[in-house]
């Protein structure tokens, strides 16, 4: 069974960092997968695709106010893959997920909350 567990969230001031985990069990990474974050703001059904990295290296934001305060990462040996939040704000409070998808699969986390107080 594949499981994407999220860690990390919480609240933090205007300013400060954070950084999620996202655990993967039950499969391991491949060439074909890409990872990615994304978020729901309160109130709102809709995820935003935040980032995508796909494992051969490139990696896209999707949302022009995170550029410079967020990176993707990933730790292959671990099964695990990150993101960091730099400079958060309080429009970046949102619920945050994890996604890796691969050819034909689409597994999600939880999902963690993160708030930013203002």
């Known amino acids: 069974q594949v499981q994407l567990v999220e860690s990390g969230g919480g609240l933090v001031q205007s300013g400060g960092s954070l950084k999620l985990s996202c655990a993967v069990s039950g499969i391991t990474f491949s060439a074909d997968n890409a990872i990615s974050w994304h978020r729901q703001f309160p109130g709102k059904q809709r995820e935003e695709r935040v980032l995508v990295a796909a494992m051969a290296g490139d990696t896209t934001s999707h949302v022009e106010s995170v550029v410079g305060r967020f990176t993707i990462s990933r730790d292959t040996a671990k099964n695990m893959f990150y993101l960091q939040m730099n400079n958060l704000k309080s429009e970046d409070t949102a619920v945050y997920y994890c996604?890796?998808?691969?050819?034909?699969?689409?597994?999600w986390g939880q999902g963690t909350q993160v708030t930013v107080s203002s």
């Open positions: 996604r890796l998808q691969g050819r034909a699969t689409d597994f």
